[in-house]
């Protein structure tokens, strides 16, 4: 079983930066990929981005530009760097583990971001 934990959500301004944190535990397949899906209220999960074990990554459109994700291998943890940010960023953020061994998704618990002046 693999678990997901995220930190790095909050209030903000709108233009300031939040910084997202996911650190994944358990049975880790080393081939995989780790990303960030956001919710916003009345609307449908949509990524946001993702980013392999080998370093490839895609963004929504809507975040290029402004959000850049990363990750460290060794700490299976994926980072998602969001910088002018907009009221239209609001959501509820949740991180994604999609192990490419045994094709299984797993999420976390999500957390929310809130850009409002």
């Known amino acids: 079983q693999v678990q997901l934990v995220e930190s790095g959500g909050g209030l903000v301004q709108p233009g300031g930066s939040l910084r997202l944190s996911c650190a994944a535990s358990?049975?880790?397949?080393?081939?995989?990929?780790m990303g960030w899906y956001r919710q916003a209220p009345g609307k449908e999960r949509e990524l946001v981005a993702r980013?392999?074990?080998?370093?490839?990554?895609n963004y929504a459109d809507s975040v290029k530009g402004r959000f850049a994700i990363s990750r460290d291998n060794a700490k299976n943890t994926v980072y998602l760097q969001m910088n002018s940010l907009k009221f239209e960023d609001t959501a509820v953020y949740y991180c994604?583990?999609?192990?490419?061994?045994?094709?299984?998704?797993?999420w976390g618990q999500g957390t929310q971001v809130t850009v409002s002046s």
């Open positions: 358990g049975s880790i397949f080393s081939i995989n990929a």
């Open positions: 980013i392999t074990s080998g370093g490839s990554t």
């Open positions: 994604n583990l999609h192990d490419f061994n045994t094709g299984q998704r797993y």
